[in-house]
């Protein structure tokens, strides 16, 4: 389903951010992505629906050569990916419904997206994407007025009413309490089983990707340097991946 060829991201021309990474994800896999700050995992999951463009390589969906798509092409793509942004990404002054309704903007032209018009069958999707996350009784509230979890579920909910193939998701529990991170992350993983949609989520607690993903990918420095079972991950590897 998702391929990277030979990935390297690279920063005002000098520093590097990825460095030459393969990877192959298969449809319905749950992929945890750990590493420390600056390890280039960011850089990596926004390269894939090119939020970062590489400086080397290729991005593959289904066998699609995302990195040679027109703009509109790419704009096309982008319906079937969805992202998950550690600050919520909302606008906080609309209502939880209006932010769900966000993510049906890419099968909008540009006229009915300037103008916010959706139909009917958009609104039905983005109830039922609120109800699949809790979060119903909450559609005509200012969405500043949540808590920092329930920001994280509509988010969540404005993702599933793209209607994805894939989720991307970057560090969205590093800023929530333990409690509300088991929440957030037991919503992806009843997207992940019940829709069977891929998951890559960025996260810095091992212990949150251990329990929750199929198979991690390790970076360090740009670098995959493990790819794997959740089990195999020893003390001998996280103290090379954190030193």
């Known amino acids: 389903m998702l391929r990277l060829e030979n990935i390297t991201v690279i920063y005002d021309g000098k520093v590097l951010a990825v ?9 319905g896999e749950f992929v945890g992505i750990i590493g420390s700050s600056g390890s280039g995992k960011s850089s990596l999951l926004k390269t894939i629906n090119l939020l970062v463009r590489p400086y080397k390589g290729k991005v593959f969906m ?4 995302v990195t040679g798509l027109s703009d509109a092409q790419l704009r096309n793509m982008r319906k079937s990916i969805g992202f998950v942004f550690q600050d919520y990404n909302l606008i906080e002054r609309s209502t939880v419904l209006d932010n769900v309704l966000i993510g ?7 006229l009915k997206s300037l103008l916010g018009l959706f139909s009917d069958d ?6 039922t994407a609120l109800k699949q996350v ?21 988010a969540i909910a404005k993702t599933l009413c793209q209607r994805p193939k894939i989720i991307l ?3 969205p529990v590093a800023s929530l309490d ?3 991170s088991q929440n957030i992350m037991d919503y ?11 998951i890559l989520i960025n996260l810095h607690d091992v212990n949150i990707a251990k329990k929750y993903c199929n198979r991690i990918v390790a970076l360090k420095k740009g670098k995959i340097i493990f790819d794997g079972r959740p089990g195999e991950i020893d003390d001998r590897l996280l103290e090379n991946l954190y030193s």
């Open 134 to 154: 809790g979060l119903s009784e909450k559609m005509f509230v200012r969405a500043g007025e949540l808590s920092g979890g329930q920001k994280q579920r509509v």
């Open 62 to 65: 289904d066998d699609i050569d």
């Open 104 to 110: 049906r903007l890419g099968y909008k032209s540009p």
């Open 188 to 198: 992806f993983k009843k997207v992940n089983e019940k829709k069977n949609i891929t």
């Open 122 to 127: 958009d609104y039905e999707r983005a109830i």
């Open 169 to 171: 998701a970057d560090e």
């Open 178 to 180: 333990i409690a509300t």
């Open 19 to 27: 460095d030459d990474v393969n990877l192959e994800v298969n449809q």
